[in-house]
């Protein structure tokens, strides 16, 4: 089974801080997404990656970068934190075509005080 | 820009009955595909059913199945004899052909089960 493993459950930071949430996969997958969840707006694509050093904006990329160095990880970063960040972050790959489905991390419940 | 709509923020049904998730999209794209994805309450989001545009035939897996219109652009599911762990969020999904396998999601339905 594939594994999307996120590197915290729960998180919580300070405004201003600088923020990193790590995710891996341990299936060779060539396509990694960021998305945030809030309640009433669904799943927002932040940033998306398909090879490593690649990276393309999603729908709410502004406050967020992210970083891809080794296929298997694929970092989103807050660069300032700040309270409207507040949120649960979702990590998912996934290795192509639509018959293979993304596979998703726990999530990251992220508090920004 | 593609756009997935979910109209019943929530809903119940009693264990064992029939139930349907209602969710329409927006495209212009004739080649896509279409998801149900779950979110129990342990959060991690896992694939229910998919469907091809392309393929007329409603996708079925076990006890979900799909109402898949292309014309109206609907994409309803079905879950026959509910069962209390398919309480969760349900999310629809849309993936443009040409997309990167990016995912536009609608803002969910919260299905509860009850007993």
């Known amino acids: 089974d594939v594994k999307v493993t996120q590197s915290s459950r729960y998180l919580v930071k300070r405004t201003g801080e600088k923020v990193f949430l790590e995710c891996v996969q341990d299936?060779?997958?060539?396509?990694m997404f960021w998305y945030r969840q809030d309640p009433g707006l669904g799943l927002r694509l932040i940033y998306f990656?398909?090879?490593?050093?690649?990276?393309e904006k999603g729908d709410i990329p502004e406050g967020y970068s992210v970083s891809r160095e080794k296929k298997e990880r694929f970092s989103l970063i807050l660069e300032s934190a700040s309270t409207n960040q507040t949120s649960m972050y979702l990590c998912?790959?996934?290795?192509?075509?639509?018959?293979?489905?993304?596979?998703f991390g726990d999530g990251t419940r992220l508090s920004i005080l | 820009a593609q756009t997935v709509t979910q109209s019943q923020p929530e809903m119940s049904v009693q264990e064992a009955e029939t139930v349907t998730l209602s969710c329409t999209y927006d495209?212009?794209?004739?080649?896509?595909?279409l998801f149900w994805y779950k979110q129990p309450p342990s959060r991690q989001m896992i694939l229910v059913i998919r469907q091809e545009a392309y393929k007329q035939q409603n996708a079925t897996e076990n006890r979900f199945s799909v109402n898949f219109q292309k014309a109206a652009k609907s994409f309803s599911l079905k879950i026959s004899d509910s069962q209390l762990g398919d309480t969760a969020m349900y999310f629809c999904a849309f993936e443009g052909g040409g997309s990167n396998y990016k995912l536009t999601f609608g803002k969910g339905t919260l299905l509860t089960v009850n007993p």
């Open positions: 495209t212009s794209e004739s080649n896509y595909y």
């Open positions: 990656s398909y090879d490593v050093k690649m990276k």
């Open positions: 299936m060779d997958h060539e396509n």
């Open positions: 998912a790959s996934t290795s192509g075509p639509a018959e293979k489905p993304q596979h």
